[in-house]
């Protein structure tokens, strides 16, 4: 098994050269954030407007202008905490759902929000998706209720439902792809040209809580993070599983204490939808790029001052946004009264995200 964090001497001594450190000295905060932890963050497909959720209730949208600075163009209110946020192929409807059981649809054009979905227990996750044979974008939501439930807008009861082993966490879709995680660390592997069957269904390599999924640009497979401080990198086909490994991520050792390993939760990933590499973040307030291909880190970046829940990059890959937010790992007794809730903005250098050349070590 490969690992990133090779403790070779050239990863060492490459891992120490300034170059391996990235600049977040620049990177730019959003205007009017939210007034309580951020749950998710959401780039449009179209244009360079992001959606915010929020545990004030909230769901805002901004837009991000070319020179960094954002303008708040609309927010959506829902009757308890907002815990995702999607957009539809389109960039014309904002999707957010949360501890109210209800997702809410956005029309960008009327400036009207509407309930669009609803379940027995809160909604984590949201994603606009491709399923054949339909007319008009289609919605799937999943639930602490186990259950995945896909939405034509226009109607208010569910196209079709699937029924998960367990509460739903985490979900992502690309192209045909969707995978889903739930509690008990089951991994969901479903073919969007059979949208009511699992094509496949693993327990995670990680041996603990899954904390989020995300595909690669590609489709052929998918990312996963967990509370232990590690990610693993699974390819859908069995005629590729050669090729999944795991890696430890997002630990640090405290000063002169080398046997000693303080590990934070792997809250985010995300696949740069040009160049296929990829992001982490964590509860350790940390950001980082990694080449799964090459099995090598690109850049690993400062703390931020504040744990990271949520990421994303825009369409392009030309900006990677992250929010520092308090992420529940340490639970209730964890959240701290007045503590910072901000959406930074990182423009993505030429260098930073782009896939090393075979035989380049850093």
Not at 1 to 23: I, K, L, R
Not at 25 to 41: F, L, N, R, W, Y
Not at 337 to 359: F, T, W, Y
Request: aromatic residues 10%; hydrophobic residues 35%.
């Amino acid at each position: 098994m490969s690992f990133f964090g090779s403790n070779s001497a050239a990863t060492t001594a490459a891992q120490n050269t300034a170059n391996a450190t990235g600049d977040i000295s620049k990177d730019v905060a959003i205007s009017d954030p939210p007034t309580d932890g951020i749950s998710d963050i959401a780039f449009s497909p179209v244009a360079d407007y992001l959606s915010v959720a929020s545990w004030d209730k909230k769901t805002r949208l901004y837009e991000i202008q070319p020179n960094g600075t954002s303008i708040g163009k609309a927010s959506f209110d829902h009757e308890g905490p907002v815990l995702t946020t999607c957009w539809s192929k389109d960039g014309t409807k904002v999707v957010s759902a949360g501890a109210d059981k209800l997702a809410r649809v956005f029309d960008i054009n009327t400036g009207q929000s509407s309930p669009c979905a609803v379940h027995t227990a809160p909604i984590k996750c949201a994603r606009f998706v491709d399923v054949s044979n339909t007319q008009g974008p289609v919605l799937v939501t999943g639930s602490w209720d186990k259950n995945l439930k896909y939405w034509d807008l226009r109607s208010d009861q569910p196209i079709a439902t699937l029924e998960c082993q367990e509460r739903i966490y985490t979900m992502d879709t690309k192209d045909k792809l969707l995978v889903v995680g739930t509690a008990d660390r089951y991994i969901n592997v479903i073919n969007l040209n059979d949208p009511t069957k699992f094509y496949k269904t693993v327990q995670s390599p990680l041996k603990w809580q899954t904390r989020t999924v995300a595909c690669f640009a590609d489709a052929s497979g998918f990312g996963v993070g967990s509370i232990e401080g590690r990610c693993a990198i699974q390819y859908v086909e069995e005629k590729d599983s050669a090729l999944n490994f795991s890696f430890k991520c997002h630990r640090h050792s405290p000063p002169n204490q080398s046997l000693v390993s303080n590990v934070f939760a792997v809250n985010a990933i995300n696949f740069h939808p040009v160049h296929g590499t990829f992001s982490t973040a964590g509860a350790d307030s940390t950001f980082h790029f990694w080449d799964k291909d090459a099995k090598q880190r690109l850049k690993g970046y400062p703390d931020v001052g504040g744990q990271i829940p949520c990421t994303t990059f825009n369409r392009t890959g030309t900006i990677f946004a992250y929010a520092v937010s308090y992420d529940w790992s340490k639970g209730y007794t964890g959240s701290v009264q007045g503590s910072q809730n901000k959406v930074m903005l990182h423009a993505i250098q030429p260098d930073e995200c782009k896939p090393r050349a075979k035989g380049t070590k850093r």
